[in-house]
């Protein structure tokens, strides 16, 4: 398999489905590079599954440029995408500009950024200026505080409206995909038929042209609430809580290390 590239993954569409997932470090991208995963982003996600926050908005650009360059190194054919973090896009065209090529030169192939209409302007400058952009609208996690909590977008025929036109402005300024996340399947489905830019979904049901899951749901390393669209495909955190458990115990016997 060739690497992945923005013009190889934009012609999948209506060709191929493609099951694309997080990861935040060398150790899970390389494993997920190697199983196959055509995409892995460098998820503002971060937040929360690696650094304990309640929320994406604490995430630095530092924290995601590290992450980018780790996940960078380790992958050789999955199209790297960077998730700007909340402010760094939000504080000026200028400073959002440099971000972005911040992280390409750490590694990415493209930068994400949520926002429909009103980041347009910005998408435009990114994409003539040779720096690929993958939209995001619906529900946005770093709207969280608007909303008043992680809640379904879409669902009224106004919401709806605004989603499908947002996501055709960010086409028409340049994106080369655009998530569609937490919006109502049916509002996905019209979405994904009238653009020609693939469609990646997360909690927008199964007709998107591709699919986002947070590494941490898929292998089950998340402890508590698992949202109602998450499959496991594994659970990690019990594999890994009993083989900590089972070293602590073995130390404490004497077993470990062997004489």
Same mark, same amino acid.
């Given at each position: 398999?060739?690497?992945?590239?923005?013009?190889?993954?934009?012609?999948?569409?209506?060709?191929?489905?493609?099951?694309?997932?997080?990861?935040?470090? $060398?150790?899970?991208?390389?494993? +997920?590079?190697?199983?196959?995963?055509?995409?892995?982003?460098?998820?503002?996600?971060?937040?929360?599954?690696?650094?304990?926050?309640?929320?994406?908005?604490?995430?630095?650009?530092?924290?995601?440029?590290?992450?980018?360059?780790?996940?960078?190194? @380790?992958?050789?054919?999955?199209?790297?995408? @960077?998730?700007?973090?909340?402010?760094?896009?939000?504080?000026?065209?200028?400073?959002?500009?440099?971000?972005?090529?911040?992280?390409?030169?750490?590694?990415?192939? +493209?930068?994400?950024?949520?926002?429909?209409?009103?980041?347009?302007?910005?998408?435009?400058?990114?994409?003539?200026?040779?720096?690929?952009?993958?939209?995001?609208?619906?529900?946005?996690?770093?709207?969280?505080?608007?909303?008043?909590?992680?809640?379904?977008?879409?669902?009224?025929?106004?919401?709806?409206?605004?989603?499908?036109?947002?996501?055709?402005?960010?086409?028409?300024?340049? +994106?080369?995909?655009?998530?569609?996340?937490?919006?109502?399947?049916?509002?996905?489905?019209?979405?994904?038929?009238?653009? @020609?830019?693939?469609?990646?979904?997360?909690?927008?049901?199964?007709?998107?042209?591709?699919?986002?899951?947070?590494?941490?749901?898929?292998?089950?390393?998340?402890?508590?609430?698992?949202?109602?669209?998450?499959?496991?495909?594994?659970?990690?955190?019990?594999?890994?809580?009993?083989?900590?458990? $089972?070293?602590? +115990?073995?130390?404490?016997?004497?077993?470990?290390?062997?004489?």
């Amino acid at each position: 398999m060739k690497k992945w590239t923005v013009a190889a993954f934009r012609a999948a569409k209506g060709k191929q489905k493609l099951g694309c997932c997080t990861a935040y470090d $060398a150790c899970f991208a390389r494993l +997920a590079d190697e199983a196959g995963v055509p995409c892995v982003l460098v998820g503002d996600s971060m937040g929360m599954t690696m650094l304990g926050y309640g929320t994406t908005l604490p995430v630095k650009m530092e924290e995601t440029l590290s992450a980018t360059a780790a996940v960078a190194r @380790a992958v050789k054919e999955a199209l790297v995408v @960077a998730d700007m973090p909340f402010g760094s896009y939000q504080c000026g065209d200028d400073a959002a500009m440099a971000n972005a090529v911040a992280c390409l030169k750490a590694g990415a192939d +493209a930068v994400k950024l949520e926002g429909g209409a009103t980041v347009c302007g910005l998408i435009r400058r990114m994409t003539e200026a040779g720096i690929p952009v993958l939209a995001h609208v619906g529900m946005m996690p770093q709207s969280v505080n608007a909303y008043g909590g992680f809640k379904k977008q879409g669902k009224t025929r106004e919401e709806a409206a605004k989603v499908l036109a947002d996501a055709k402005a960010v086409e028409a300024a340049g +994106a080369f995909a655009v998530t569609l996340e937490c919006v109502p399947s049916e509002l996905a489905a019209e979405i994904t038929a009238a653009l @020609a830019i693939p469609t990646i979904g997360i909690g927008a049901g199964p007709v998107c042209d591709a699919q986002w899951l947070v590494m941490h749901d898929l292998l089950g390393l998340n402890e508590g609430h698992v949202p109602a669209f998450v499959k496991q495909y594994a659970h990690l955190a019990a594999d890994a809580k009993q083989a900590f458990a $089972a070293y602590v +115990a073995e130390v404490a016997s004497g077993a470990f290390p062997p004489a």
